[in-house]
């Protein structure tokens, strides 16, 4: 069915529904900053104007003209949207849950309209999720629980990998994703995860795009089901398969010019705020910017916005003033956490080609002194950043990073540095310009790493292909050693999601290729892949779950151990005692459960799994906790609840966990170049939380701070 509403449209029979203050024409794409009190003034209009409206209706646009439809669609949408606005308009969102409520049909299902023949699944699943954000439980019905329950493996003699999954779950290939969003943020929300479905949603954006998947009876609007989709995507957490294409697929759209509306620009902006910051940073504060003003400039003297198509059936289309408002004010409102962030951003600061850096890490490292918190870095700690520092040159890119510990009396700061592939030369020992220390190499294991580099510089061969980055971590827990020796991550890239038996063997296959490729180079004769390792290492990653991944193999060199650390990404915390139980993992099950049971609570929704191996696995774990689209405490508020939730169980303590709050934001580092000054601008941010489990009573609870070079320039003295 090809849609009346193309992203463009905008139907004129709706226009009379908000009146509109006259506005200057001003290019959408031009990067400007709306300020807090433009902000807070749009945003306290539009509640007020939202609180004066009756309940949400949604009205039907024909050729006839526009009425009012007996749907609970509008109120729906409302929920969600008000859901995320700070408690905005809560006397509005009060009358839509009433409208909810009475809505539901005997079996428990709600309809699109009071006319339509059937009951709607994913209108259900939504009005569901709504309703238990706003602290409303209800059960599913019988009908829509078993198809939640549907994900199981493949049935033989099926060869499409979006057919079999969708044959498991009950839906069909040509199935409304729209409909399967619902299903699955539904799923979330009740604990469950379906890799099957998922599976199909990120084939389908992947393949058609959000337009060429807008359909259904009622089809939703591209953007409103982009919204849906990253909603998902948000609450599950690391869905990069999903998340990729979508964003590209946003921005592009909006560069283009063809996101056009203010309820379409809101339902964009929030579908990539759900996504989160992706690296180019700059790019994404500066369309969000340039999105909000868009929003400002469109809102009417009342506070409204004008309509927008959101649903069409056949030659109706439908559309929500109530809806519209709600959805608006919910991009402004994470917008302005967003804008606290970002307001020391320097727009001036774009990136272009430099002459290699000269010195070491040590002068950056020491610019960043006055951002230390003293809670967690101590002189002493400082002092040795510096002192290892003076072995890393600092045309070593890379994002730098700190592990710290959260109780009183534990100093120790250790530091991370990812390389990526343009730090490969350096680390090969063939870059044109700078080179690492001579006396670096007495120590066999950085010959390992240089043996390693070149093989990963090796273009088209497998570890070019395969190897996403690679970390080195040093341990400061005791003075810098001469040469210093770091703990080395070989991090993968990430496989297809495993929707049958074929993916799963090529994606274990692909992951033990690449490790009996770079793994012997850096682990040398001294400590070789025996047959009792790889048997460990082969059943970790046969045993992984439909979406995990093996994101990284751990090497530590600086330990002079044999052991053999494996990072797993994306092990839903539903299946995490499952895994563990297939791999035989000796470890303390009881645990990891009552570990769980106080952290889902809190909303952490993505995980990596730390296990050793020696070469059986230990009975050791990491339980790495974060938040999908690495979003930070001023916008993500369960960041202070999980610390809180740490500080009582005296995991952490009080004034470190007001200083992992306080770190991210922005730094402007100034470094001597030559007749010139060298302008780097750094993200600061909160990456995660590891707990360290082990048996033993108490846990060790570590974070880890990010530090990401955003942009940089050379300015004239």
């Keep these: 069915m090809t849609l009346s509403f193309a992203l463009g449209h905008a139907l004129r029979p709706f226009a009379s529904v908000a009146r509109r203050k006259p506005v200057s024409v001003q290019n959408p794409g031009a990067p400007s900053r709306p300020t807090a009190d433009m902000l807070d003034g749009a945003i306290g209009a539009a509640v007020a104007a939202l609180e004066q409206l009756p309940v949400a209706e949604m009205l039907a646009s024909t050729g006839a003209g526009v009425h009012s439809v007996d749907s609970p669609a509008a109120a729906t949408l409302v929920?969600?949207?008000?859901?995320?606005?700070?408690?905005?308009?809560?006397?509005?969102?009060?009358?839509?849950?009433?409208?909810?409520?009475?809505?539901?049909?005997?079996?428990?299902?709600?309809?699109?309209?009071?006319?339509?023949?059937?009951?709607?699944?994913?209108?259900?699943?939504?009005?569901?999720?709504?309703?238990?954000?706003?602290?409303?439980?209800?059960?599913?019905?019988?009908?829509?629980?078993?198809?939640?329950?549907r994900d199981v493996a493949g049935a033989p003699g099926q060869t499409s990998s979006e057919s079999r999954a969708a044959a498991i779950e009950g839906v069909l290939p040509e199935a409304d994703v729209a409909m399967t969003a619902d299903l699955l943020l539904l799923a979330a929300h009740e604990g469950r995860s379906l890799p099957g479905r998922a599976a199909l949603v990120s084939e389908k954006v992947r393949t058609q795009g959000l337009l060429g998947c807008a359909r259904g009876e009622p089809a939703v609007s591209p953007l409103l089901l982009g919204y849906l989709l990253t909603r998902w995507v948000r609450h599950v957490g690391d869905h990069w398969q999903l998340a990729v294409p979508l964003r590209a697929e946003l921005i592009s759209l909006w560069e283009k010019g063809e996101v056009r509306g203010a309820v379409n620009v809101a339902l964009a902006m929030s579908a990539l705020m759900n996504l989160g910051r992706p690296t180019d940073v700059n790019l994404f504060e500066r369309t969000l910017d340039s999105m909000a003003?868009?929003?400002?400039?469109?809102?009417?003297?009342?506070?409204?916005?004008?309509?927008?198509?959101?649903?069409?059936?056949?030659?109706?289309?439908?559309?929500?003033?109530?809806?519209?408002?709600?959805?608006?004010?919910?991009?402004?409102?994470?917008?302005?956490?967003?804008?606290?962030?970002?307001?020391?951003?320097?727009?001036?600061?774009?990136?272009?080609?430099?002459?290699?850096?000269?010195?070491?890490?040590?002068?950056?490292?020491?610019?960043?002194?006055?951002?230390?918190?003293?809670?967690?870095?101590?002189?002493?700690?400082?002092?040795?950043?510096?002192?290892?520092?003076?072995?890393?040159?600092?045309?070593?890119?890379?994002?730098?990073?700190?592990?710290?510990?959260?109780?009183?009396?534990?100093?120790?700061?250790?530091?991370?540095?990812?390389?990526?592939?343009?730090?490969?030369?350096?680390?090969?020992?063939?870059?044109?310009?700078?080179?690492?220390?001579?006396?670096?190499?007495?120590?066999?294991?950085?010959?390992?790493?240089?043996?390693?580099?070149?093989?990963?510089?090796?273009?088209?061969?497998?570890?070019?292909?395969?190897?996403?980055?690679?970390?080195?971590?040093?341990?400061?827990?005791?003075?810098?050693?001469?040469?210093?020796?770091?703990?080395?991550?070989?991090?993968?890239?990430?496989?297809?999601v495993a929707v049958n038996e074929a993916l799963h063997r090529q994606k274990s296959d692909t992951y033990r290729a690449t490790l009996h490729a770079g793994l012997p180079l850096l682990r040398g004769d001294e400590a070789p892949l025996t047959?009792?390792?790889?048997?460990?290492?082969?059943?970790?990653?046969?045993?992984?779950?439909?979406?995990?991944?093996?994101?990284?193999?751990?090497?530590?060199?600086?330990?002079?151990?044999?052991?053999?650390?494996?990072?797993?990404?994306?092990?839903?915390?539903?299946?995490?005692?499952?895994?563990?139980?297939?791999?035989?993992?000796?470890?303390?099950?009881?645990?990891?459960?009552?570990?769980?049971?106080?952290?889902?609570?809190?909303?952490?929704?993505?995980?990596?799994?730390?296990?050793?191996?020696?070469?059986?696995?230990?009975?050791?774990?990491g339980l790495e906790c974060s938040f999908q689209g690495r979003a930070q405490p001023a916008e993500e508020p369960r960041w202070q609840r999980l610390l809180d939730e740490l500080v009582t169980r005296g995991l952490c303590a009080p004034s470190r966990r007001d200083a992992l709050l306080a770190w991210p934001g922005r730094t402007q580092v100034n470094l001597s170049a030559g007749s010139a000054t060298r302008e780097s601008v750094f993200d600061k941010r909160l990456a995660h939380v590891k707990l360290g489990l082990t048996g033993a009573p108490v846990i060790e609870a570590k974070a880890y701070l990010a530090t990401h070079r955003t942009s940089e320039l050379l300015r004239p003295r």
């Design 531 to 621: 047959p009792e390792l790889q048997r460990g290492m082969d059943v970790c990653i046969e045993a992984l779950p439909p979406g995990a991944h093996l994101y990284a193999a751990c090497v530590m060199m600086s330990r002079r151990s044999k052991n053999l650390r494996f990072t797993l990404k994306n092990v839903p915390p539903e299946s995490m005692v499952a895994y563990l139980e297939a791999v035989a993992w000796p470890g303390d099950i009881q645990q990891l459960r009552d570990t769980l049971a106080w952290v889902l609570p809190l909303g952490v929704n993505r995980f990596m799994l730390n296990l050793d191996l020696a070469p059986q696995l230990l009975p050791t774990l």
């Design 79 to 149: 929920l969600l949207a008000l859901a995320e606005s700070e408690g905005a308009a809560h006397a509005h969102g009060a009358s839509c849950m009433r409208r909810l409520l009475s809505s539901r049909a005997s079996t428990g299902f709600w309809r699109f309209s009071s006319d339509s023949g059937r009951s709607e699944a994913g209108e259900s699943a939504r009005a569901l999720v709504a309703l238990r954000q706003w602290n409303m439980p209800l059960d599913p019905p019988p009908a829509l629980a078993a198809l939640l329950s």
């Design 293 to 496: 003003a868009l929003l400002l400039r469109e809102q009417s003297e009342e506070g409204l916005w004008p309509v927008a198509p959101l649903y069409e059936a056949g030659d109706v289309v439908y559309g929500s003033l109530e809806a519209s408002a709600a959805l608006c004010v919910e991009a402004l409102v994470r917008y302005v956490r967003i804008a606290r962030i970002a307001a020391d951003r320097t727009d001036n600061f774009l990136p272009g080609a430099l002459p290699p850096r000269s010195g070491t890490w040590k002068e950056t490292l020491a610019a960043f002194d006055s951002d230390y918190p003293p809670a967690l870095f101590s002189p002493e700690s400082r002092a040795r950043l510096l002192a290892l520092g003076e072995w890393l040159p600092a045309a070593l890119e890379g994002d730098g990073g700190f592990e710290v510990r959260l109780l009183e009396g534990t100093p120790r700061v250790d530091f991370i540095l990812g390389i990526k592939h343009d730090g490969q030369a350096l680390l090969a020992g063939r870059h044109p310009h700078s080179e690492l220390p001579a006396p670096l190499f007495a120590a066999p294991e950085w010959r390992r790493i240089r043996d390693f580099a070149r093989a990963w510089a090796e273009p088209g061969g497998l570890l070019d292909r395969e190897v996403d980055a690679f970390w080195l971590e040093f341990d400061l827990d005791a003075p810098v050693a001469s040469p210093p020796l770091p703990i080395v991550f070989l991090c993968t890239r990430d496989q297809p």
